[in-house]
């Protein structure tokens, strides 16, 4: 299962999506994210869905990589969906068992909030799939440049959020191979009640927490051996500059965006 958490993973394909400016590629996965959270229609959730659909297309990343990203999460989708089934007591009931019920307005509730992680997470996932972690560090610096005059410390922001998404998929091929080593033990995590399997993470978490502190010291020293010291004076090896690519991107998000809204206003 772990293997499958793809977040914060690049793959380098050639295609429009990946090279397009990834400041513009930020503005419209944030105008993605408000689409999908400021409808409440179903179609709001179809015209999120073309919108997804049109993306992989261009991203030419595989579709086993968008399953991979929700695989993790079927649990909660699956929590989340039960919650609303049998706590929403709207509309007509179609079953009840004491203080359980199930209604049509639960029933809708509860696919309409599963469809919508999932355009979510397919939807913001391209993002990371579709631009390297550098490329990223320089778009979010660029984007917060007006926070600079408050004197907001940008370059080091974007750093850390650059840092930590690359390190994800370290810090999980760590935890691998640390229960892989624990199961070599002898040790059970997959059998027995719930809170011997929380006991049993004790063994997992603590090396990992060591790890994950070395890893960070190396890290800092590596920086300052190489006399790093923030974003004060430093020049990029790579400047970001748009193209005609770009905008179109942008104007056909902006349609989009603008479809739901007008969609959202007559479903009311």
Known sequence: MLKDITLGQYFPVDSVIHRMDPRF????????????FAGNSFWTLVIGAVFVVIAQLLSRIPLKMSW??????????????V????????????????????TMGGIHTSIFMIV??????????????????????????SLMTPLKKIKFPVHEMAMMMSIALRFIPTLIEETDKIMSAQKARGASLDSGKMMERIRALIPI????????????????????????????????????????????AFAVCMLFVAASVTVNLLSK
């Open 116 to 141: 919508r992680i999932i355009l979510l997470i397919t939807g913001s996932s391209l993002l990371t799939y579709t631009t390297s972690p550098i490329l990223l560090t320089d778009a979010i610096e």
């Open 205 to 248: 978490l603590i090396p990992l927490f060591v790890s994950a502190f070395r890893r960070a010291e190396e890290l800092a020293t590596a920086m300052e051996c190489r006399c790093y010291r923030g974003g004060e004076g430093r020049t990029r090896l790579r400047q970001l500059r748009s193209a005609p690519r770009d905008y179109v």
């Open 25 to 36: 590629k930020i503005i419209c996965t944030v105008l993605f994210i408000v689409m999908l």
């Open 68 to 81: 991979k990203s929700l695989k993790p999460i079927l649990p909660i989708l699956a929590f989340t969906a």
């Open 83 to 102: 919650l609303n089934l049998l706590f929403i007591a709207d509309d007509e009931v179609l079953w009840q068992w004491k203080f359980l019920k199930i």
